[in-house]
């Protein structure tokens, strides 16, 4: 089985939209401590980096405009959705950012750039 056969759709919250690029950021949380008179540093490892996923991608058809308000209500909902990311499955994410581009000379789609975040669970009990 290959990548292709893995690969999926796209959505946030249901709202579909096609792909161009993602990419995603991960690693460790640091801190580094410096002492006076010392030539190398003491690296503090605090645990696993929130991770991000970036996509850049578009909506397009004759009714690109109410699918691009969609997206618009869906990234502005508050708490976690399900964002189905083409090379990584389901994942439940909140939306930081979405960027929307359109042109008169391009009509029928628009531009999307989105950031999301990895949702996590609460750690700490709720009242």
């Known amino acids: ?3 292709k056969d893995r690969y999926q759709p796209a959505s946030f919250r249901g709202v579909a939209f096609h792909v ?3 990419s995603n950021d991960y690693g460790r949380r640091t801190v580094v401590h410096e002492f006076a008179q010392k030539d190398t540093p003491k690296t503090e490892d605090t645990g696993r ?3 991000e996923f970036s996509i850049s991608g578009y909506i397009l058809g004759t009714d690109y405009d109410t699918d691009r308000d969609k ?3 869906a990234c502005e909902t508050p708490g976690a959705g399900l964002l189905v990311h083409p090379y990584k499955g389901e994942i439940r994410v909140v939306c930081q950012g979405l960027s929307i581009s359109e042109s008169s000379g391009e ?3 628009c531009k999307v750039s989105m950031k999301f975040i990895e949702a996590g669970d609460d750690a700490f009990p709720q009242v």
């Open 1 to 3: 089985m290959s990548w």
């Open 20 to 22: 161009d690029d993602a």
């Open 49 to 51: 980096k929130t991770r």
């Open 71 to 73: 997206l618009q209500e």
């Open 107 to 109: 009509g029928g789609i």
